[in-house]
């Protein structure tokens, strides 16, 4: 007893450092990593811990990962858009970007615990601080600045399931990539409507 409170004050100022560090977890780096150690454990043998492997390549991993942050931000956006946009368009393309989002995030849960692939439980940081960006407009100055990212998001999106769809190692992600493209392009459209019509 007298030992534990020998070593509770490191344990506070462990914890104190741990809360203090902006108060931000980088829950997209933490997913990565996880499933890193988990592909390392794999491959070595007659490892002493138990760590259930990754059954897909660090590539593919990372795609899903990555895929499911972007899909989480997209509906934390879209639900902002619904409270904050002032042009209807504007809060109609929210609505659609919770719902697709939603729909294909389930899709995607559903493949990484069949992969064994970590997912992030909240955005990244640096997703995080455009958000929090976003969230202090108001209006028109709301409307463009989010239409305006979501043009951007969505192409650079296109892009890496593009890439995912072609090169993938695993069929079922490959096949999610590319499934998800659809979506993707139909958004980008709607979002170079919507973003012309407020300029």
Same mark, same amino acid.
């Not at 020998?6 to 100022?13: K, R, W």
């Not at 559903?110 to 940081?125: C, R, S, W």
């Given at each position: 007893?007298?030992?534990?409170?020998?070593?509770?004050?490191?344990?506070?100022?462990?914890?104190?450092?741990?809360?203090?560090?902006?108060?931000?977890?980088?829950?997209?780096?933490?997913?990565?990593?996880?499933?890193?150690?988990?592909?390392?454990?794999?491959?070595?043998?007659?490892?002493?811990?138990?760590?259930?492997?990754?059954?897909?390549?660090?590539?593919?991993?990372?795609?899903?990962?990555?895929?499911?942050?972007?899909?989480?931000?997209?509906?934390?956006?879209?639900?902002?858009?619904?409270?904050?946009?002032?042009?209807?368009?504007?809060? +109609?393309?929210?609505? #659609? *970007?919770?719902? &697709? !989002?939603? /729909?294909?995030?389930?899709?995607?849960?559903?493949? $990484? =615990?069949?992969?064994?692939?970590?997912?992030?439980?909240?955005?990244?940081?640096?997703?995080?601080?455009?958000?929090?960006?976003?969230?202090?407009?108001?209006?028109?100055?709301?409307?463009? +600045?989010?239409?305006? #990212? *979501?043009?951007? &998001? !969505?192409? /650079?999106?296109?892009?890496?399931?593009?890439?995912? $769809? =072609?090169?993938?190692?695993?069929?079922?992600?490959?096949?999610?990539?590319?499934?998800?493209?659809?979506?993707?392009?139909?958004?980008?459209?709607?979002?170079?409507?919507?973003?012309?019509?407020?300029?």
């Amino acid at each position: 007893m007298k030992r534990l409170f020998t070593y509770s004050p490191f344990l506070v100022v462990a914890l104190m450092c741990f809360a203090c560090n902006n108060g931000q977890v980088n829950a997209v780096k933490e997913a990565k990593d996880s499933n890193a150690r988990a592909m390392d454990s794999s491959a070595v043998s007659g490892s002493p811990t138990k760590v259930v492997s990754v059954s897909v390549s660090k590539d593919d991993a990372k795609f899903v990962v990555d895929a499911a942050a972007g899909g989480m931000e997209e509906i934390q956006l879209g639900q902002m858009a619904q409270q904050k946009a002032m042009a209807q368009d504007v809060k +109609a393309f929210g609505a #659609m *970007m919770e719902r &697709d !989002h939603s /729909k294909a995030g389930d899709r995607l849960k559903d493949i $990484a =615990k069949e992969k064994n692939v970590t997912l992030p439980h909240t955005i990244a940081p640096d997703m995080q601080k455009m958000a929090d960006d976003l969230q202090k407009r108001n209006g028109k100055d709301f409307d463009r +600045a989010y239409m305006s #990212m *979501m043009v951007d &998001d !969505h192409k /650079k999106d296109i892009k890496e399931f593009e890439k995912e $769809a =072609k090169n993938g190692a695993d069929a079922d992600i490959r096949a999610f990539a590319d499934s998800s493209l659809h979506m993707l392009k139909k958004h980008l459209d709607s979002a170079e409507i919507c973003n012309k019509r407020l300029k």
